[in-house]
């Protein structure tokens, strides 16, 4: 099982981005889905959670600023960021409970994609 994250970049204060993490291989079924970041020099938060029965979740420096939504036949959680400000700046890591063709149910995570935000 995979996880690919894509869709950070460079933008100025007040833009926006949507990220996108897709998950492949051999998977059963997904439970939650969500966004984690960390900035330089700082631990890893969450950022927002999706479960699997509709309860979406935020951190409350994004809330109102940040949706998170999936596509479950594309095995895909996005993270759609608005009005966006420098201290959202850092890595974003998709991450995601599976249950795999083995039996295995675990925690994924992504790669990670940059998300810059300047002033």
């Known amino acids: 099982v995979q996880l690919q994250a894509s869709g950070g970049g460079l933008v100025q204060a007040g833009g926006s981005l949507r990220l996108s993490c897709a998950a492949s291989?051999?998977?059963?079924?997904?439970?939650?889905m969500g966004w984690y970041r960390q900035a330089p020099g700082k631990q890893r938060e969450l950022v927002a959670v999706?479960?699997?029965?509709?309860?979406?979740n935020y951190a409350d420096s994004v809330k109102g600023r940040f949706t998170i939504s999936r596509d479950d036949a594309k095995n895909t959680v996005y993270l759609q960021m608005n009005s966006l400000k420098r201290e959202d700046t850092g890595v974003y890591y998709c991450?995601?409970?599976?249950?795999?063709?083995?039996?295995?149910?675990?925690?994924?995570w992504g790669q990670g994609t940059q998300v810059t935000v300047s002033s």
């Open positions: 999706d479960s699997s029965y509709g309860s979406r």
């Open positions: 991450n995601a409970y599976i249950l795999n063709s083995d039996n295995y149910y675990g925690g994924y």
């Open positions: 291989g051999s998977i059963v079924s997904i439970n939650a």
